[in-house]
């Protein structure tokens, strides 16, 4: 397939967004009544699914406690012989970049804290030559702590400016796969004997995770056809970062809540789990992707002629909201690029597009649903909040005589009634926030006490402009940016050092 074809089609997530704005614009002026009544319609079409998440919501949060409650190592035990256990190895690769020592140590531990035999553990640290002077500290530092507690500790230098390769972190994560696929060669241990879990550098799983994922790798008929996905929980540091970062973090958690609901419309996001037998027959993880989580899904996916899912885990793996140890601005600076590099995976749209029209081995419905799927997904996260906010609003001022119009009177009561209906679905947010929530420390109980107080009385107004800010407007530009051929470059989020102690989480007990 020739370049051309894939340029027309990097088009069409920004043409069909920035059509829909402006087509809204132009009807304004020449047609208020249609889109007014359009507009109400979409509304309403809103309404409907703010009350289905928040069902599934709960619905989530109930699955989930659940499962974390269950034992699962001893599950392991009581379905599978010891043999069958012992066969089985979890291979952990930590993606690192210019984090300092402290960060990648509280992911160890977290390794080091499971309760699934730690010689079955095999762990590798994958860092980059382009820093040099830390990868060489953090292997050193590493190595001597943690060197000889797995069942192998594995350090390797991605190294820089590799011909094809994009700077991201798909290139050391298969730089690192390939070095581990040497050690498992090595050690003649069978591929489909391997779970391979791929973390950022401040990850750290609940010590249940990787007994519950053998669990799961274990009873799948086909797990070479499987993703699993874990609920990843931005906790580590939830006290610590600015009110609505916080609101922000929850919002992403909660997703993800909501989607393993639905494990057909379940995606690879941040860290996850693959049967080494697939990531070889894929050839690990694309190198030439800022975004190699969701699209490791698509290339398995088509790599196998669609016979793949993503299995979802009920057991959390806790992350880092974003703080900058620049301060308050640089936080929320931050804060913005990490949800546009999270947009940019509307650069999917294309590869997908191209491969759902090659393939003819997939079943034809099941391909273009899939489609469907991700354009709607990107689509509405750009538009919805931008629509409902601000352009639904546009018909009466744009246009003189629709003033005069019955709808220009029974609009505006009539919107704000559905709105308001919408917002309602934060009750249920802000509870299961409330009992989901790691313990406040006692340093900061009493400030942080009159913060949730302001939280839960600010929410229906801060939530609404949180969402434009920080997700409409990231997701605008980048599919702008991919319209316009601006390829958007890779930045890890800043990481800060503070850690919170969440041993203590009494939602995951």
């Known amino acids: 397939m020739s370049s051309r074809p894939s340029r027309w089609l990097e088009c069409l ?93 509280s992911t160890l531990e977290a390794i080091q804290a499971s309760d699934f035999p730690k010689k079955q553990l095999l762990v590798v640290l994958a860092t980059e030559e382009r820093f040099a002077d830390n990868s060489a500290r953090l292997c050193s530092l590493a190595q001597a702590e943690f060197g000889k507690i797995f069942g192998a500790f594995i350090t390797s230098i991605h190294p820089k400016n590799l011909p094809g390769e994009v700077v991201g972190k798909g290139g050391n994560l298969t730089w690192a796969g390939r070095q581990a696929k040497k050690y498992l060669d090595r050690k003649k241990i069978p591929y489909n004997q391997v779970i391979c ?82 990531l070889v027959a894929t050839d690990f993880w694309s190198t030439t992707t800022i975004v190699e989580d969701g699209h490791q899904f698509w290339r398995t996916y088509f790599r196998f002629h669609g016979r793949h899912e993503v299995i979802p885990l009920n057991v959390p793996v806790y992350q880092d909201a974003v703080l900058s140890p620049r301060g308050y601005w640089a936080t929320f600076r931050e804060q913005y690029i990490q949800k546009r590099r999270w947009a940019w995976g509307c650069s999917d749209i294309p590869f997908v597009l191209i491969h ?100 839960w009385l600010t929410a229906p107004f801060l939530l609404p402009i949180s969402n434009v800010l920080f997700s409409s407007l990231p997701a605008i530009e980048a599919q702008t940016r991919l319209m316009l051929g601006k390829r958007l470059e890779f930045k890890p989020t800043e990481k800060h050092i503070i850690r919170q102690d969440i041993s203590n989480h009494p939602a995951a007990e």
């Not at 009807?27 to 809103?46: D, E, G, N, R």
């Not at 005589?401 to 019955?406: C, M």
């Open 13 to 105: 997530p920004g043409l069909l967004l920035w059509s829909v704005f402006g087509g809204i614009l132009v009807l304004s002026f020449t047609a208020p009544v249609l889109i007014s009544s359009i507009l109400i319609l979409y509304s309403l079409h809103w309404l409907t699914r703010s009350f289905l998440m928040s069902a599934r919501l709960i619905v989530g949060y109930i699955r989930y406690r659940h499962d974390i409650r269950r034992d699962w190592l001893q599950i392991l035990h009581d379905r599978y012989t010891n043999s069958a256990i012992k066969q089985i190895y979890q291979l952990v690769i930590i993606a690192t970049s210019k984090e300092r020592y402290p960060i990648v140590r």
């Open 356 to 455: 759902a029209w090659q393939d003819k081995k997939i079943p034809f419905l099941n391909k273009w649903i899939q489609v469907g799927r991700l354009v709607e997904g990107h689509f509405s996260w750009a538009s919805t909040s931008i629509i409902l906010a601000f352009f639904s609003w546009l018909p009466r001022l744009a246009n003189p005589e629709f003033q005069n119009a019955v709808l220009a009177y029974t609009f505006p009561p009539l919107y704000g009634r559905i709105l308001a209906l919408a917002l309602s679905g934060m009750i249920v947010t802000l509870t299961i926030s409330t009992l989901l929530l790691p313990p406040i420390p006692k340093k900061r109980l009493k400030r942080t006490t009159w913060n949730l107080v302001f939280e």
């Open 197 to 278: 879990t791929t973390l950022d550098s401040d990850n750290r799983v609940h010590r249940k995770y990787f007994s519950a994922l053998a669990c799961a790798y274990l009873a799948h008929p086909a797990p070479k056809y499987a993703s699993f996905q874990p609920i990843p929980m931005f906790f580590n540091n939830i006290w610590e970062v600015p009110l609505p970062i916080r609101s922000i973090a929850l919002g992403s958690s909660f997703w993800q809540i909501i989607e393993s609901t639905r494990p057909y419309r379940l995606r690879n996001f941040s860290a996850h789990a693959q049967s080494f037998e697939a």
